[in-house]
Protein backbone atom coordinates (compact mmCIF):
# COMPACT_ATOMS: atom_id res chain seq x y z
CA UNK A 1 0.00 0.00 0.00
CA UNK A 2 1.60 3.42 -0.83
CA UNK A 3 2.17 5.64 1.99
CA UNK A 4 1.55 9.27 3.13
CA UNK A 5 2.35 11.61 6.11
CA UNK A 6 -0.68 13.69 5.10
CA UNK A 7 -3.39 13.22 2.50
CA UNK A 8 -5.41 16.34 1.93
CA UNK A 9 -9.06 15.57 0.48
CA UNK A 10 -10.25 18.94 -1.44
CA UNK A 11 -7.96 20.72 -4.04
CA UNK A 12 -9.58 24.37 -3.61
CA UNK A 13 -8.28 27.04 -1.49
CA UNK A 14 -8.16 25.30 1.81
CA UNK A 15 -6.50 22.52 0.70
CA UNK A 16 -4.51 24.01 -1.89
CA UNK A 17 -2.65 25.75 0.92
CA UNK A 18 -2.49 22.99 3.49
CA UNK A 19 -0.67 20.90 1.28
CA UNK A 20 1.53 23.75 0.22
CA UNK A 21 2.20 24.43 3.55
CA UNK A 22 2.69 20.81 4.84
CA UNK A 23 4.89 19.51 1.86
CA UNK A 24 7.41 23.04 2.43
CA UNK A 25 7.80 21.40 5.70
CA UNK A 26 8.66 18.19 4.36
CA UNK A 27 5.54 16.31 4.49
CA UNK A 28 4.79 13.45 2.01
CA UNK A 29 1.49 14.98 0.71
CA UNK A 30 -1.20 13.68 -1.09
CA UNK A 31 -4.07 16.05 -2.66
CA UNK A 32 -7.34 14.29 -3.79
CA UNK A 33 -10.14 15.98 -5.87
CA UNK A 34 -12.69 14.19 -7.59
CA UNK A 35 -13.25 17.42 -10.11
CA UNK A 36 -11.24 16.99 -13.19
CA UNK A 37 -9.64 20.56 -12.33
CA UNK A 38 -8.58 22.12 -8.67
CA UNK A 39 -9.55 24.89 -7.86
CA UNK A 40 -12.82 25.60 -9.70
CA UNK A 41 -14.59 28.13 -6.90
CA UNK A 42 -11.27 30.46 -6.88
CA UNK A 43 -11.48 30.20 -10.94
CA UNK A 44 -14.91 31.84 -11.13
CA UNK A 45 -15.01 33.44 -8.10
CA UNK A 46 -15.29 37.37 -7.96
CA UNK A 47 -16.64 37.31 -11.44
CA UNK A 48 -13.10 36.02 -12.88
CA UNK A 49 -11.16 38.25 -10.67
CA UNK A 50 -11.60 36.42 -7.51
CA UNK A 51 -11.87 38.56 -4.53
CA UNK A 52 -9.27 36.82 -2.56
CA UNK A 53 -9.09 38.49 0.66
CA UNK A 54 -10.66 41.91 2.94
CA UNK A 55 -8.71 44.61 4.41
CA UNK A 56 -11.28 44.74 7.05
CA UNK A 57 -10.80 41.03 8.12
CA UNK A 58 -12.07 40.96 11.35
CA UNK A 59 -13.88 38.06 13.63
CA UNK A 60 -17.03 39.93 13.96
CA UNK A 61 -17.62 39.24 10.08
CA UNK A 62 -17.64 35.83 10.37
CA UNK A 63 -20.43 34.00 11.52
CA UNK A 64 -20.56 30.87 13.98
CA UNK A 65 -21.85 29.10 16.65
CA UNK A 66 -18.40 30.16 18.30
CA UNK A 67 -17.95 33.38 16.98
CA UNK A 68 -14.12 33.07 19.02
CA UNK A 69 -13.06 29.89 17.15
CA UNK A 70 -11.63 31.80 14.14
CA UNK A 71 -9.75 34.11 15.79
CA UNK A 72 -6.31 32.30 15.92
CA UNK A 73 -6.21 31.06 12.22
CA UNK A 74 -7.31 34.69 11.34
CA UNK A 75 -4.16 36.56 13.23
CA UNK A 76 -1.94 33.89 12.44
CA UNK A 77 -2.54 34.23 8.75
CA UNK A 78 -3.50 38.14 8.10
CA UNK A 79 -3.93 39.09 4.49
CA UNK A 80 -1.39 40.60 4.44
CA UNK A 81 0.77 36.96 3.96
CA UNK A 82 -1.48 36.11 1.08
CA UNK A 83 -1.23 39.47 -0.85
CA UNK A 84 2.53 39.18 -0.01
CA UNK A 85 2.58 35.48 -1.77
CA UNK A 86 1.07 37.02 -4.40
CA UNK A 87 3.09 40.14 -4.91
CA UNK A 88 6.25 37.40 -4.39
CA UNK A 89 4.51 35.69 -8.10
CA UNK A 90 4.22 39.08 -9.64
CA UNK A 91 0.61 38.72 -9.73
CA UNK A 92 -1.14 42.08 -9.70
CA UNK A 93 -4.01 43.17 -7.68
CA UNK A 94 -5.89 45.93 -6.37
CA UNK A 95 -8.53 47.26 -3.96
CA UNK A 96 -12.35 48.28 -4.54
CA UNK A 97 -14.72 49.04 -2.58
CA UNK A 98 -15.36 48.05 1.12
CA UNK A 99 -11.42 46.99 1.81
CA UNK A 100 -12.24 44.09 -1.42
CA UNK A 101 -8.98 42.39 -2.91
CA UNK A 102 -9.29 41.57 -6.42
CA UNK A 103 -7.17 40.65 -8.98
CA UNK A 104 -6.21 42.79 -11.79
CA UNK A 105 -6.23 39.87 -14.10
CA UNK A 106 -7.84 36.27 -14.41
CA UNK A 107 -8.41 34.69 -11.26
CA UNK A 108 -6.54 31.48 -12.92
CA UNK A 109 -3.26 33.11 -11.67
CA UNK A 110 -4.62 32.21 -8.09
CA UNK A 111 -5.57 28.24 -9.20
CA UNK A 112 -2.06 28.35 -10.45
CA UNK A 113 -0.22 29.82 -8.48
CA UNK A 114 -1.69 27.76 -5.53
CA UNK A 115 -0.91 24.46 -7.74
CA UNK A 116 2.71 25.58 -8.95
CA UNK A 117 3.55 26.20 -5.21
CA UNK A 118 2.19 22.48 -3.51
CA UNK A 119 3.83 20.55 -6.35
CA UNK A 120 6.66 22.54 -6.45
CA UNK A 121 7.20 21.77 -2.88
CA UNK A 122 6.91 18.03 -3.64
CA UNK A 123 3.09 17.43 -2.76
CA UNK A 124 0.93 15.11 -5.35
CA UNK A 125 -1.93 16.21 -7.06
CA UNK A 126 -4.39 13.33 -8.62
CA UNK A 127 -7.18 14.83 -9.93
CA UNK A 128 -10.16 12.76 -11.03
CA UNK A 129 -10.06 10.55 -7.62
CA UNK A 130 -13.17 9.78 -5.36
CA UNK A 131 -12.59 8.65 -1.99
CA UNK A 132 -14.61 5.42 -1.99
CA UNK A 133 -14.28 4.86 1.98
CA UNK A 134 -11.99 6.48 4.97
CA UNK A 135 -11.02 3.95 7.67
CA UNK A 136 -9.24 5.26 10.74
CA UNK A 137 -6.65 2.52 12.11
CA UNK A 138 -5.10 2.12 15.14
CA UNK A 139 -2.54 4.40 13.93
CA UNK A 140 -3.60 6.27 10.70
CA UNK A 141 -5.87 5.64 7.99
CA UNK A 142 -6.61 3.96 4.74
CA UNK A 143 -8.17 5.46 2.00
CA UNK A 144 -9.26 3.38 -0.49
CA UNK A 145 -9.47 4.84 -4.21
CA UNK A 146 -10.47 3.11 -7.26
CA UNK A 147 -7.08 2.72 -8.05
CA UNK A 148 -6.50 0.87 -5.09
CA UNK A 149 -5.11 2.14 -1.45
CA UNK A 150 -3.71 4.26 0.18
CA UNK A 151 -2.30 4.65 4.04
CA UNK A 152 -1.80 8.18 5.69
CA UNK A 153 -0.68 9.49 8.61
CA UNK A 154 -3.25 11.94 8.61
CA UNK A 155 -6.36 12.93 6.87
CA UNK A 156 -7.04 16.53 6.18
CA UNK A 157 -11.03 16.82 4.73
CA UNK A 158 -10.85 20.34 2.62
CA UNK A 159 -13.97 19.52 0.69
CA UNK A 160 -15.80 22.99 0.85
CA UNK A 161 -19.31 23.84 1.63
CA UNK A 162 -22.59 22.47 -0.61
CA UNK A 163 -23.15 25.14 -2.38
CA UNK A 164 -23.47 24.87 -6.27
CA UNK A 165 -24.05 21.47 -6.95
CA UNK A 166 -23.02 21.47 -10.48
CA UNK A 167 -19.32 22.37 -9.71
CA UNK A 168 -18.98 19.19 -8.05
CA UNK A 169 -19.90 20.60 -4.11
CA UNK A 170 -20.58 17.79 -2.00
CA UNK A 171 -21.48 17.24 1.57
CA UNK A 172 -18.73 14.94 2.19
CA UNK A 173 -16.54 16.14 5.21
CA UNK A 174 -20.17 16.43 7.10
CA UNK A 175 -20.64 13.05 5.99
CA UNK A 176 -17.60 11.67 7.00
CA UNK A 177 -17.45 14.05 10.47
CA UNK A 178 -20.72 12.21 11.19
CA UNK A 179 -19.55 9.13 10.49
CA UNK A 180 -16.84 9.61 12.90
CA UNK A 181 -19.20 10.89 15.41
CA UNK A 182 -18.10 14.85 15.26
CA UNK A 183 -21.38 16.70 15.83
CA UNK A 184 -22.51 19.49 13.04
CA UNK A 185 -24.03 23.06 13.44
CA UNK A 186 -27.14 22.31 10.55
CA UNK A 187 -25.77 23.37 7.37
CA UNK A 188 -27.85 26.40 4.93
CA UNK A 189 -27.31 28.13 2.09
CA UNK A 190 -25.81 31.82 2.95
CA UNK A 191 -24.93 34.58 0.49
CA UNK A 192 -28.15 34.23 -1.41
CA UNK A 193 -30.93 35.56 -2.78
CA UNK A 194 -34.71 35.56 -1.28
CA UNK A 195 -37.72 34.22 -3.28
CA UNK A 196 -40.66 35.79 -2.95
CA UNK A 197 -44.54 35.31 -1.85
CA UNK A 198 -46.51 35.04 -5.40
CA UNK A 199 -48.24 37.70 -4.79
CA UNK A 200 -45.17 40.01 -3.80
CA UNK A 201 -43.36 38.26 -6.53
CA UNK A 202 -46.47 39.56 -9.03
CA UNK A 203 -46.29 43.42 -8.28
CA UNK A 204 -42.12 43.07 -8.17
CA UNK A 205 -41.42 41.19 -10.81
CA UNK A 206 -41.77 44.22 -13.27
CA UNK A 207 -38.92 45.18 -11.30
CA UNK A 208 -36.18 43.10 -12.27
CA UNK A 209 -33.04 44.60 -12.93
CA UNK A 210 -33.51 47.73 -11.13
CA UNK A 211 -31.10 48.23 -8.75
CA UNK A 212 -30.45 50.84 -5.90
CA UNK A 213 -28.66 51.57 -2.76
CA UNK A 214 -30.02 50.48 0.33
CA UNK A 215 -29.63 49.12 4.07
CA UNK A 216 -30.83 45.93 4.51
CA UNK A 217 -31.46 44.01 8.19
CA UNK A 218 -32.37 40.71 8.93
CA UNK A 219 -31.65 38.84 12.04
CA UNK A 220 -30.17 42.05 14.08
CA UNK A 221 -27.64 42.58 10.95
CA UNK A 222 -27.77 45.61 8.81
CA UNK A 223 -25.76 46.29 5.44
CA UNK A 224 -25.71 49.36 3.53
CA UNK A 225 -25.04 48.33 0.01
CA UNK A 226 -26.92 48.05 -3.15
CA UNK A 227 -30.21 45.55 -3.85
CA UNK A 228 -31.14 44.43 -6.81
CA UNK A 229 -34.62 43.37 -8.25
CA UNK A 230 -34.54 39.72 -9.94
CA UNK A 231 -37.36 38.07 -11.82
CA UNK A 232 -37.57 35.50 -9.03
CA UNK A 233 -37.24 37.80 -5.62
CA UNK A 234 -34.23 40.23 -4.49
CA UNK A 235 -30.36 39.83 -4.92
CA UNK A 236 -27.58 42.34 -4.54
CA UNK A 237 -24.81 42.46 -2.20
CA UNK A 238 -27.08 44.13 0.85
CA UNK A 239 -29.33 40.70 0.36
CA UNK A 240 -26.68 38.07 0.09
CA UNK A 241 -25.17 39.80 3.19
CA UNK A 242 -28.77 39.68 5.48
CA UNK A 243 -29.29 36.18 3.86
CA UNK A 244 -26.73 34.74 6.16
CA UNK A 245 -28.39 36.27 9.16
CA UNK A 246 -31.86 35.52 8.03
CA UNK A 247 -34.07 32.20 9.30
CA UNK A 248 -37.02 30.64 7.65
CA UNK A 249 -40.20 32.87 8.50
CA UNK A 250 -38.33 35.90 9.78
CA UNK A 251 -38.96 38.96 8.42
CA UNK A 252 -36.64 41.27 6.44
CA UNK A 253 -36.45 44.85 6.30
CA UNK A 254 -35.47 47.21 4.16
CA UNK A 255 -34.07 50.84 3.58
CA UNK A 256 -34.22 52.27 0.70
CA UNK A 257 -33.01 55.79 1.31
CA UNK A 258 -31.01 54.97 4.49
CA UNK A 259 -30.20 58.25 6.61
CA UNK A 260 -33.25 60.20 5.31
CA UNK A 261 -36.29 61.11 7.10
CA UNK A 262 -38.39 60.63 4.17
CA UNK A 263 -41.63 61.54 5.96
CA UNK A 264 -40.83 65.15 7.08
CA UNK A 265 -38.87 65.60 3.41
CA UNK A 266 -42.25 64.68 1.89
CA UNK A 267 -44.77 67.11 4.62
CA UNK A 268 -41.71 69.72 3.81
CA UNK A 269 -41.85 69.06 -0.29
CA UNK A 270 -45.78 69.20 0.12
CA UNK A 271 -45.88 72.76 1.04
CA UNK A 272 -43.43 74.09 -1.19
CA UNK A 273 -43.70 72.27 -4.26
CA UNK A 274 -47.46 70.47 -4.03
CA UNK A 275 -48.05 70.07 -7.94
CA UNK A 276 -45.08 67.47 -8.79
CA UNK A 277 -46.14 63.88 -8.37
CA UNK A 278 -45.10 61.78 -5.59
CA UNK A 279 -43.03 59.51 -8.11
CA UNK A 280 -41.45 62.52 -9.06
CA UNK A 281 -40.19 63.44 -6.13
CA UNK A 282 -38.78 59.93 -5.19
CA UNK A 283 -37.12 59.32 -8.63
CA UNK A 284 -34.83 62.05 -7.12
CA UNK A 285 -33.63 59.45 -5.14
CA UNK A 286 -34.51 56.02 -6.59
CA UNK A 287 -34.53 54.36 -9.80
CA UNK A 288 -37.83 56.06 -11.57
CA UNK A 289 -39.77 52.46 -11.98
CA UNK A 290 -38.76 51.71 -8.25
CA UNK A 291 -40.54 55.15 -7.40
CA UNK A 292 -43.34 54.87 -9.50
CA UNK A 293 -43.99 51.59 -7.73
CA UNK A 294 -43.84 52.29 -4.50
CA UNK A 295 -46.13 55.45 -5.43
CA UNK A 296 -48.84 52.69 -6.82
CA UNK A 297 -48.17 50.81 -3.73
CA UNK A 298 -49.03 53.75 -1.26
CA UNK A 299 -52.63 54.74 -3.40
CA UNK A 300 -51.11 58.16 -3.30
CA UNK A 301 -52.73 60.74 -5.73
CA UNK A 302 -51.17 62.29 -9.10
CA UNK A 303 -50.32 65.32 -7.00
CA UNK A 304 -48.05 65.58 -3.87
CA UNK A 305 -50.00 68.25 -2.67
CA UNK A 306 -53.45 66.12 -2.70
CA UNK A 307 -51.88 63.34 -0.45
CA UNK A 308 -52.70 63.74 3.37
CA UNK A 309 -50.90 62.71 6.30
CA UNK A 310 -51.44 58.95 5.78
CA UNK A 311 -50.42 58.60 2.27
CA UNK A 312 -47.38 60.18 3.19
CA UNK A 313 -46.60 57.96 6.13
CA UNK A 314 -47.46 55.46 4.18
CA UNK A 315 -45.15 56.08 1.19
CA UNK A 316 -42.63 57.21 3.78
CA UNK A 317 -42.94 53.83 5.35
CA UNK A 318 -42.63 51.88 2.30
CA UNK A 319 -39.50 53.78 1.52
CA UNK A 320 -37.94 53.78 4.67
CA UNK A 321 -38.61 50.57 6.71
CA UNK A 322 -40.37 48.23 4.09
CA UNK A 323 -40.42 45.14 5.80
CA UNK A 324 -41.39 41.42 3.96
CA UNK A 325 -41.32 37.97 5.16
CA UNK A 326 -39.08 36.12 1.94
CA UNK A 327 -40.66 33.30 0.90
CA UNK A 328 -37.24 31.80 1.11
CA UNK A 329 -33.69 31.55 -0.53
CA UNK A 330 -32.40 30.12 -3.64
CA UNK A 331 -30.62 27.82 -1.65
CA UNK A 332 -27.53 26.04 -2.61
CA UNK A 333 -27.85 25.81 -6.22
CA UNK A 334 -26.84 29.52 -5.97
CA UNK A 335 -25.82 30.27 -2.96
CA UNK A 336 -21.63 32.06 -2.89
CA UNK A 337 -21.63 29.75 0.56
CA UNK A 338 -23.04 27.29 3.47
CA UNK A 339 -23.36 28.12 6.54
CA UNK A 340 -22.84 25.78 9.46
CA UNK A 341 -20.60 22.53 8.76
CA UNK A 342 -18.74 20.58 11.15
CA UNK A 343 -19.11 22.19 15.39
CA UNK A 344 -15.71 24.13 16.16
CA UNK A 345 -16.39 22.34 19.59
CA UNK A 346 -14.70 19.47 17.91
CA UNK A 347 -11.95 20.89 16.74
CA UNK A 348 -8.59 22.54 17.83
CA UNK A 349 -8.73 26.09 16.69
CA UNK A 350 -4.73 26.42 15.81
CA UNK A 351 -4.32 22.96 14.36
CA UNK A 352 -7.89 22.36 12.64
CA UNK A 353 -8.18 18.75 14.37
CA UNK A 354 -10.17 16.70 15.41
CA UNK A 355 -10.30 16.19 19.53
CA UNK A 356 -12.03 12.75 19.49
CA UNK A 357 -10.48 11.75 16.07
CA UNK A 358 -6.79 12.57 16.03
CA UNK A 359 -4.83 13.17 12.48
CA UNK A 360 -8.29 13.99 10.90
CA UNK A 361 -8.10 18.04 10.21
CA UNK A 362 -11.49 19.27 8.93
CA UNK A 363 -10.44 23.23 7.47
CA UNK A 364 -12.15 25.48 5.12
CA UNK A 365 -15.78 26.24 4.63
CA UNK A 366 -16.62 23.02 5.59
CA UNK A 367 -16.35 24.15 9.25
CA UNK A 368 -18.86 26.24 11.00
CA UNK A 369 -17.30 29.56 10.18
CA UNK A 370 -18.65 31.78 7.59
CA UNK A 371 -17.50 35.10 6.31
CA UNK A 372 -19.27 37.90 4.34
CA UNK A 373 -19.68 38.72 1.36
CA UNK A 374 -16.56 40.23 -0.07
CA UNK A 375 -13.24 38.44 0.46
CA UNK A 376 -13.70 36.79 3.78
CA UNK A 377 -14.21 33.32 3.05
CA UNK A 378 -11.77 32.82 0.98
CA UNK A 379 -8.99 34.82 3.82
CA UNK A 380 -10.96 31.98 5.98
CA UNK A 381 -10.23 29.24 3.63
CA UNK A 382 -6.12 30.50 3.34
CA UNK A 383 -5.90 30.71 7.17
CA UNK A 384 -7.57 27.88 8.21
CA UNK A 385 -5.25 25.51 5.57
CA UNK A 386 -2.36 27.67 6.41
CA UNK A 387 -2.79 27.00 9.78
CA UNK A 388 -3.54 22.84 9.55
CA UNK A 389 -0.80 23.22 7.29
CA UNK A 390 1.45 23.81 9.91
CA UNK A 391 0.35 21.05 12.58
CA UNK A 392 0.16 17.79 9.97
P1 LIG B 1 -13.58 24.75 -2.21
O1 LIG B 1 -14.97 24.69 -2.56
O2 LIG B 1 -12.72 25.87 -2.65
O3 LIG B 1 -12.81 23.41 -2.48
C1 LIG B 1 -13.35 22.16 -2.22
C2 LIG B 1 -12.70 21.14 -3.14
O4 LIG B 1 -13.12 19.85 -2.74
C3 LIG B 1 -13.15 21.30 -4.60
O5 LIG B 1 -12.01 21.28 -5.44
C4 LIG B 1 -14.07 20.11 -4.83
O6 LIG B 1 -14.01 19.63 -6.15
C5 LIG B 1 -13.51 19.10 -3.85
N1 LIG B 1 -14.51 18.11 -3.41
C6 LIG B 1 -15.79 18.33 -3.02
N2 LIG B 1 -16.36 17.17 -2.68
C7 LIG B 1 -15.42 16.21 -2.85
C8 LIG B 1 -15.42 14.82 -2.67
N3 LIG B 1 -16.53 14.17 -2.24
N4 LIG B 1 -14.28 14.12 -2.95
C9 LIG B 1 -13.18 14.76 -3.41
N5 LIG B 1 -13.12 16.09 -3.61
C10 LIG B 1 -14.23 16.80 -3.32
N6 LIG B 1 -15.26 33.83 -1.60
C11 LIG B 1 -14.49 34.93 -1.51
O7 LIG B 1 -13.88 35.15 -0.47
N7 LIG B 1 -14.37 35.80 -2.57
C12 LIG B 1 -15.02 35.58 -3.76
O8 LIG B 1 -14.86 36.34 -4.72
C13 LIG B 1 -15.89 34.46 -3.84
N8 LIG B 1 -16.61 34.24 -4.96
C14 LIG B 1 -17.41 33.12 -5.06
C15 LIG B 1 -18.18 32.92 -6.21
C16 LIG B 1 -18.98 31.79 -6.31
C17 LIG B 1 -19.85 31.60 -7.51
C18 LIG B 1 -19.01 30.85 -5.24
C19 LIG B 1 -19.85 29.61 -5.34
C20 LIG B 1 -18.26 31.05 -4.10
C21 LIG B 1 -17.47 32.20 -3.99
N9 LIG B 1 -16.72 32.44 -2.84
C22 LIG B 1 -15.96 33.58 -2.75
C23 LIG B 1 -16.68 31.47 -1.72
C24 LIG B 1 -15.39 30.63 -1.83
O9 LIG B 1 -15.29 30.13 -3.14
C25 LIG B 1 -15.41 29.48 -0.85
O10 LIG B 1 -15.75 29.92 0.43
C26 LIG B 1 -14.04 28.81 -0.81
O11 LIG B 1 -13.71 28.31 -2.09
C27 LIG B 1 -14.02 27.66 0.19
O12 LIG B 1 -12.77 27.04 0.14
P2 LIG B 1 -12.64 25.48 0.48
O13 LIG B 1 -11.26 25.12 0.12
O14 LIG B 1 -13.16 25.22 1.81
O15 LIG B 1 -13.63 24.78 -0.54
Not at 101 to 119: I, K, N
Not at 288 to 315: F, Q, W, Y
Not at 318 to 328: I, L, Q
Request: hydrophobic residues 45%; glycine residues 12%; proline residues 5%.
Amino acid sequence: MEGFDVVVIGAGAAGMMCAAEAALRGRRVLVLDHARAPGEKIRISGGGRCNFTNLGVHPSRFLSANPRFCISALSRYPPADFIALLDSAGIAWRERTLGQLFLEGSARQVVDLLVRRMTGAGAELRLSTPVRDLVRLETGFRLTLDAGEVAADRVVLATGGKSIPKMGATGYALDVARGFGLALVEPRAGLVPFTLAPDLLERLSPLAGVSAPARVRAGGAAFDESLLFTHRGLSGPAVLQASSYWREGEAVEVDLAPGVDLLAHLKTERGRAGRQSPAALLSARLPARLARTLAEGAAAPPRLGDCNDAVLSRLAASVNAWTFRPAGTEGYRTAEVMLGGVDTRELDSRTFEARKVLGLHIIGEAVDVTGWLGGYNFQWAWASGWAAGQAV
